[in-house]
């Protein structure tokens, strides 16, 4: 009697109820092959894993993979019952033809025997849709009860940072170190508008790390500031899982979690309101990415995409801007400026309008755009201008500057400390409810314009304040025609 050679195949899924263990199987299918005459040269082991899909399932790839060798080392593939194989009816057919019809392999159940002939085919395709059937039956099943207890309030997902299963079938339980972090990211983004990438390049530069202990990014800080477990919500149905694609809000399951809160609920709902508010469409960078402070306001007068800004080093450091669709193939017009004209050409619109009191501006609902919060920008500058003080006068008391250069530095300090501090109080006027007046948006310009013309505020600081009343800059080299587009949003009160 010739000697036949096999494959064994053993899986058990994460829900089947009515599945051998792995040790079990594996005695079936050993006593099988003996009664039988075959020699099983390898057992391949997938524990865990659901049927449904064969590209899920890497030791099924391998073994499939090892059966259509040009050598052919086996004869067949034996598992205790089709459904070990495969769930899904048109995958099974798939791969059992290819086996038998191309490299004469035979996938056999040692439970599930089939008679010869064509009644024997009839009888293997009623038995893979029934198990195909069982397990869609049981996918619903299971889908259902995960929905009620996600009503119930029931935790069954990978805790986020913050939070640890600590038990199983329990609610996660509060990490201290980790939830401190959490806070930080919080506060620091309700209390100090601060922007997803400036939280994550702070987190970084004090070594934090996530929960998968990684540095962190804009969209890891973007999860953590959405995720309503920090407020003690349970949050059900967000993605599908196939596809990773986020369903609609409508079809999420909220409600009321049984594991403890790091931060209140009042402190989450600052936090949605501000995501809200500032919602900018996918692809925009932060202002602290930018290599100059106009970067992001120009765009292309052809397409209309952005011009990024390129810089250049010779006997002055200068920028260029030339269009993103250009350089990716998409804009046909190949329009550029240099900083060097852009930088006056914008200076000297702003003091048009400021002294012909002639600007053409739209309106703005706070909600729809994103909005800058202009107080908190100058109060920033106050600090730094503080700091500034400090610094001086460590000079002089160590002997690096004399009393003439500390007396003059002095006075440079304190001028801009006046400036701000003017600007600081004209920004807590208690805007109109109505929609703004002439004045009220001129006056506006004027604080921007002597911020921008100030050599001690930062590039970031001046692009942030011009994105307070600029919507967009474009410039006509043919032409030689600068067009500012302004725009008017009401400071939350």
């Given at each position: 009697m010739e000697t036949k050679y096999c494959y064994g195949y053993v899986r058990v899924s994460t829900s089947g109820q009515e599945e051998l263990s792995p040790d079990s199987q594996t005695a079936l299918l050993k006593e099988y092959a003996k009664k039988n005459g075959m020699v099983i040269l390898k057992i391949f082991y997938e524990l865990g894993i659901s049927g449904r899909k064969a590209d899920k399932r890497p030791e099924f790839q391998k073994m499939i993979a090892l059966a259509k060798s040009d050598d052919h080392p086996v004869d067949y593939i034996v598992v205790w019952k089709f459904s070990r194989f495969a769930r899904n009816q048109e995958e099974s057919i798939v791969y059992k033809s290819l086996l038998?019809?191309?490299?004469?392999?035979?996938?056999v159940s040692v439970s599930e025997p089939i008679i010869d002939g064509p009644f024997g085919s009839l009888i293997e395709r009623i038995i893979e849709w029934m198990d195909e059937y069982y397990s869609v039956r049981l996918s619903g099943e299971v889908t259902r009860g995960m929905t009620e207890k996600a009503k119930r309030g029931g935790y069954q997902a990978r805790p986020p940072l913050g939070y640890?299963?600590?038990?199983?079938?329990?609610?996660?339980?509060?990490?201290?170190?980790?939830?401190?972090?959490?806070?930080?990211?919080?506060?620091?983004?309700?209390?100090?508008?601060i922007g997803f990438f400036d939280i994550a390049r702070y987190l970084n530069l004090h070594g934090f790390k996530t929960s998968h202990n990684k540095p962190f990014e804009r969209r890891s800080i973007e999860y953590i500031l959405q995720n309503p477990t920090y407020c003690g919500m349970v949050r059900w149905n967000r993605v599908i899982n196939e596809t990773k694609e986020i369903r609609p809000e409508s079809e999420w399951i909220i409600s009321d979690g049984q594991h403890p809160a790091i931060i209140s609920k009042e402190l989450f709902e600052q936090a949605q309101a501000r995501r809200k508010s500032e919602y900018r469409p996918s692809g925009t960078r932060p202002s602290s990415t930018y290599k100059h402070w106009l970067s992001g306001l120009v765009k292309c007068p052809v397409c209309g995409r952005t011009m990024v800004s390129k810089r250049v080093a010779g006997s002055k450091v200068y920028s260029y801007f030339t269009c993103y669709g250009y350089s990716k193939g998409k804009c046909l017009a190949k329009t550029s400026v240099s900083s060097l004209k852009l930088e006056p050409a914008v200076l000297a619109s702003l003091k048009e309008v400021l002294d012909t009191g002639n600007i053409v501006y739209r309106y703005v609902n706070p909600v729809q755009t994103q909005t800058v919060d202009l107080s908190a920008i100058i109060m920033d500058q106050l600090k730094k201008n503080a700091e500034k003080f400090d610094r001086i006068k460590e000079a002089y008391r160590n002997g690096v500057d004399t009393l003439e250069e500390y007396q003059e530095n002095k006075k440079l300090v304190q001028r801009e400390k006046e400036l701000l501090e003017k600007q600081l109080e004209e920004c807590r006027v208690e805007e109109p409810e109505e929609d703004p007046s002439k004045a009220a948006m001129l006056e506006r310009v004027r604080n921007v314009y002597e911020i921008i013309c100030s050599d001690t505020v930062d590039n970031v600081t001046k692009n942030e304040i011009l994105k307070n009343i600029i919507d967009k800059i474009v410039y006509n080299r043919e032409k030689d025609e600068l067009k500012v587009y302004y725009y008017y949003t009401p400071q939350p009160q």
């Open positions: 038998k019809k191309k490299h004469n392999v035979e996938v640890r299963i600590q038990e199983h079938g329990k609610p996660p339980v509060i990490v201290p170190e980790e939830a401190e972090i959490v806070k930080l990211i919080f506060n620091k983004y309700v209390n100090e508008h």
